[in-house]
């Protein structure tokens, strides 16, 4: 199995690394790719490198690149391990919607330019692998904010005569609406690879993510909602919570859970397959309800301030329906709902916040 490579790009990151230790503990070798571009993007708090070295000192076959995914040097290392490669996941991205209003040539080099020149080295050296790509919730743009929303106590939610009670399935339409610029570089992305698999017959997978989550998530404000969270509520540092009344809700899935869906869609793949995949309506919270977990975790209180106006583009509520993956793969699940990601995350990094 040695022989065997499974190419993650974004290997240092929350579902990179976590992709890492998966498949070399399944025997495979691993070769990663990540230039720690995190940290040009949100500063020296968001740096992966720690993942990296664990990575390098804790597996024999790991083998890592410093490199650009839209960089010619690519094509090397594509060439280099041809059809030994039997897996690519690509997790690397710039992740923020705020960010890319800043640097909209650099947000796109890396989530569309980036994302092509992966599939090309793929579909010429490695035709036979299979191709996962983590895309996001924010293709849809705000047509889930159109649905009519009922206000609770603590959070909103389309009521239970809704069509959405179990959350938005992959016919929620992706035009005709506000995107960010970041949604509209990562939906350019998410085609190609649908069209690499449909036109080429290539076995991809396009996993439309909510929030992704988990202990190794380095969270800053522009990104990464409950470790930021908790990182504030440990640490006293201020957090701002941005319109909606703070009853806006995501539902959070960890990085475990989704990189065994990654597994399952390896293990009998499709070709140019959507899923939405997030915590659903098992794992979800709005932004009142994180706080108090996290408070009640950490026995301390969030120093936090609201501003009214919400983020370009934001999601009032914004659940995954899971039934279109759990119905190709029934053999997977959640392991993980928001206390227990919250109380993993607190685990795991308490002592360096406080």
Not at 189 to 218: M, N, P, W
Not at 283 to 304: R, W
């Amino acid at each position: 199995m040695k022989n065997k490579y499974v190419l993650i790009t974004g290997s240092d990151g929350l579902v990179g690394s976590e992709s890492v230790k998966y498949f070399i503990n399944q025997g495979y070798s691993v070769i990663g790719i990540d230039n720690n571009s995190r940290q040009k993007f949100f500063g020296k708090d968001a740096s992966v490198l720690p993942n990296r070295m664990k990575l390098k000192n804790q597996f024999e076959n790991y083998i890592h690149f410093n490199t650009d995914i839209s960089s010619i040097k690519v094509e090397e290392i594509f060439k280099t391990y041809n059809n030994k490669i039997k897996l690519i996941i690509h997790t690397a991205a710039q992740p923020s919607h705020d960010w890319a209003a800043t640097a909209p040539f650099t947000d796109f080099n890396v989530n569309a330019f980036g994302t092509l020149n992966i599939l090309e080295n793929y579909r010429k050296y490695a035709e036979n692998a299979t191709f996962i790509f983590t895309s996001t919730n924010k293709v849809y743009g705000d047509n889930p904010n159109k649905i009519k929303l009922i206000e609770g106590k603590k959070r909103y939610h389309p009521g239970k005569n809704s069509k959405y009670t179990q959350g938005f399935n992959e016919e929620l339409s992706i035009d005709n609406t506000l995107h960010s610029l970041f949604g509209a570089s990562k939906l350019s992305a998410d085609i190609y690879v649908q069209e690499y698999g449909r036109y080429y017959g290539l076995k991809t997978g396009i996993f439309r993510g909510g929030c992704l989550t988990g202990s190794g998530h380095a969270g800053t404000m522009m990104h990464g909602f409950l470790s930021y969270l908790m990182k504030c509520t440990v640490s006293k540092d201020p957090y701002t919570i941005f319109g909606y009344k703070g009853k806006q809700v995501r539902d959070n899935i960890h990085s475990k859970d989704l990189v065994r869906a990654f597994d399952e869609f390896y293990k009998k793949p499709r070709i140019g397959e959507v899923y939405n995949i997030g915590g659903g309506v098992e794992s979800n919270c709005s932004m009142i309800e994180a706080i108090e977990i996290c408070e009640s975790i950490s026995d301390k209180k969030l120093n936090y301030i609201y501003e009214n106006k919400n983020r370009v583009g934001d999601h009032i509520w914004y659940v995954s329906d899971l039934t279109k993956f759990k119905s190709h793969y029934p053999n997977w699940k959640l392991t993980y709902g928001i206390e227990e990601i919250l109380q993993d995350i607190y685990k795991n990094n308490f002592k360096k916040w406080q």
